[in-house]
């Protein structure tokens, strides 16, 4: 199996990358180490692409492709096997010189990317590239974008910056003009069906459906057809627009999206704070035990532990709730196509019947509204506005459309 099998509907960016690829691992093989090298490699990538088309899927991807050390590139093999050393630690992320970054955090700070310029710094261990893969270089803070400019452009030898981010105008453009952009689309929803199928042995009528209700969406297509709570949660999603017929059930409806979001952080929050936390005085030398004191001069260290496991809540309630507001996107949207009388495959075939009945009791300039309070909402949450103000204002819109 070749790294690029799990890039799924991206042909074009697959060719670029095994271009590219082949290039860096003739410069290795020849010697050369500059920064700079020419041809179809270079020491700087973006990659953007709308949510769940395979950012980061294609960059680690090209991380490992980098790493092979198959021998079949001896024979005019092309690099990124899928089964060499090489390859294979890249892409399960235990490849020294591979450092993947992603965030729970809102945001990457200046001290986190000072960090990674210094490790930019180092020779690969294993002789070929150093690789930082940066898979939301979107929440860069602009200190920390600057802090990463110097670094990407003058890069140390045979280093590799694979930066991901949704858009272009998500990056400072002094760092998106130092690097060569790749776009990916949305793919295919029968693609990522047969993804699914094939790589996670997910029922082909489940998984078709998945595929479909997330339009594409990759990672929302796998945990919904692998969570059951991730579908009982869509269902009370898409059953908020028939619930909005009075003041009454406006405010209940936002509560309850509110509740759904903090649950889902609760339950992030359980599996991964306590484990944290008791990591953490253990390494300070405190007793077994939470209710045990912590040694002097060590409370600092917990304090800082405890606000970062409050940013990680924040941004996953935050991201729950993104990701409820979506799929109610994704409602409306299918009942303006059938108001329209538009030939486009519906999301959310397994709610027909809700559909009708909204499409039957409003015109096509009440469902633009009511997605345009949708996206108003989306947009509060990202300016900080409190969520349940941000919710509450959304579901009085769609009762008044």
């Known amino acids: 199996m070749a790294v690029w099998d799990d890039l799924v509907g991206q042909d074009r960016v697959t060719e670029q990358l095994s271009a590219a ?10 010697g050369s180490g500059g920064g700079e090298s020419g041809g179809s490699m270079t020491h700087a990538w973006l990659f953007t692409g709308p949510p769940g088309s395979g950012r980061a899927t294609a960059a680690r991807a090209f991380a490992a492709a980098l790493q092979c050390v198959s021998p079949d590139r001896s024979l005019g093999g092309a690099p990124g096997c899928g089964f060499c050393d090489g390859c294979h630690t ?12 992603r965030t729970d955090q809102l945001s990457i700070g200046v001290k986190e990317t000072r960090d990674l310029v210094r490790r ?3 020779s690969p261990a294993g002789g070929r590239w150093q690789v930082i893969v940066l898979e939301d270089a979107d929440r860069l803070t602009e200190g920390a974008g600057n802090v990463l400019l110097k670094a990407v452009e003058e890069p140390a030898p045979r280093t590799v910056w694979l930066l991901c981010a949704p858009s272009l105008e998500d990056v400072l453009p002094t760092i998106r003009s130092r690097c060569r952009l790749l776009t990916l689309r949305t793919p295919p929803v029968a693609a990522v069906a047969d993804l699914l199928v094939r790589r996670d042995g997910i029922e082909p009528e489940l998984a078709g459906q998945s595929a479909q209700a997330t339009m594409g969406h990759i ?8 969570d059951e709570c991730a579908r009982a949660r869509r269902a009370a999603v898409l059953r908020l627009p028939l619930r909005v017929d ?3 059930g406006c405010l209940k409806a936002a509560q309850e999206l509110i509740d759904a979001a903090a649950e889902d952080a609760k339950q992030v929050a359980e599996e991964v704070d306590t484990k944290e936390t008791e990591e953490l005085r253990a390494a300070l030398g405190a007793a077994a035990g939470t209710g045990s004191r912590l040694p002097r001069g060590t409370a600092g260290a917990m304090k800082e532990l ?7 809540s924040t941004r ?7 990701l409820a507001l979506v799929d109610l996107t994704g409602f409306y949207r299918d009942v303006l196509a059938m108001q329209l009388g538009s030939r486009v495959e519906l999301a959310n075939t397994d709610y027909r019947d809700a559909l009708q009945r909204v499409a039957a009791g409003s015109g096509p300039e009440r469902t633009l509204r009511r997605i345009e309070a949708i996206i108003e909402c989306r947009r509060a949450l990202d300016r900080n506005v409190a969520p349940l103000l941000a919710v509450e204002a959304m579901t009085m819109a769609l009762r008044a459309g």
């Open 21 to 30: 690829a082949r290039d860096a691992d003739a410069l290795v093989t020849a």
């Open 90 to 101: 890249s892409l399960v992320g235990t490849h020294a010189d591979v450092e993947v970054v």
């Open 120 to 122: 930019a710094q180092l």
């Open 219 to 226: 990672g929302r297509a796998r945990r919904l057809a692998t």
């Open 246 to 248: 009075d003041i009454g």
């Open 306 to 312: 405890q606000d970062r496991q409050k940013r990680r």
């Open 316 to 322: 996953t309630q935050r991201d729950s709730l993104d």
